[in-house]
């Protein structure tokens, strides 16, 4: 069966420090792989999308960036966190080969930027 | 454009009573539906997928939901509430010929559970 892991789960930082969450995904191939950012009221909103190694697709114009360096794996990364960036952040897989695939989900990580 | 929109951003019920939680969307194709639940500070489960077959659509822990195409909603109901289904609901619907990025998630429903 597959798997998710997000780590970790819970990160407080301070303002201007760097950031790497890590997301790893086992028991498929080639999966598409998401990053979310849920803040308090605004529901989820996209962060990127990858459909392959080193495919990387950007929704959002923002401090953050994301890197897939290998099939399973998918990271987020900033250089500077902005007090802004504090959220509940979820990493997600889905099957590549159907646009209607569901979703499945990490269990998150609630980051704290102080 | 597609969009969905969940009714009520808060239901609340007595448990053993029933569920509705209300969702309505917009799709110029047929869509595909999905209600995610979340429990707090977790990440969201799916409960149940439609996707164009039986337009009733049974899922996990007792949840069901009806597509009416005619009335462009697809509500998430269960018979009897119970105490662990207090939690967030979010309806999703896909964007018919869209990247895998474009799925579309309502603004959710906080569904509380009176003893």
């Known amino acids: 069966s597959q798997t998710i892991h997000q780590w970790p789960a819970t990160l407080v930082q301070p303002v201007g420090s760097p950031l790497s969450l890590e997301c790893t995904v086992e028991?498929?191939?080639?999966?598409?792989l998401y990053w979310y950012r849920q803040a308090a009221g605004r529901g989820l909103q996209l962060l990127f999308y990858?459909?392959?190694?080193?495919?990387i697709s950007s929704e959002v114009p923002q401090n953050l960036s994301a890197s897939r360096p290998q099939d399973r794996q998918f990271i987020l990364s900033s250089k500077k966190l902005l007090l802004s960036d504090s959220g509940f952040y979820l990493c997600?897989?889905?099957?590549?080969?159907?646009?209607?695939?569901?979703?499945?989900f990490g269990n998150g990580t609630r980051l704290t930027v102080t | 454009a597609q969009s969905v929109t969940q009714l009520d951003s808060h239901v609340s019920v007595s448990e053993g009573t029933p569920v509705l939680l209300r969702c309505n969307y917009s799709?110029?194709?047929?869509?595909?539906l999905f209600w995610y639940v979340q429990h707090p500070n977790k990440g969201l489960q799916l409960l149940l997928k439609?996707?164009?077959?039986?337009?009733l659509v049974k899922g996990i822990n007792g949840f069901e939901a009806e597509f009416k195409k005619s009335e462009t909603s697809f509500h998430l109901t269960k018979p009897s509430a119970h105490m662990s289904d207090a939690a967030e609901y979010f309806c999703v619907v896909t964007l018919y010929g869209g990247s895998q990025g474009n799925l579309i998630f309502g603004k959710g429903t906080k569904l509380s559970v009176k003893p």
């Open positions: 990858s459909v392959g190694i080193g495919q």
């Open positions: 439609y996707t164009s077959a039986a337009t």
């Open positions: 997600a897989w889905s099957r590549g080969e159907s646009y209607n695939s569901p979703l499945h």
């Open positions: 799709s110029s194709y047929s869509p595909s």
């Open positions: 028991g498929t191939s080639n999966p598409n």
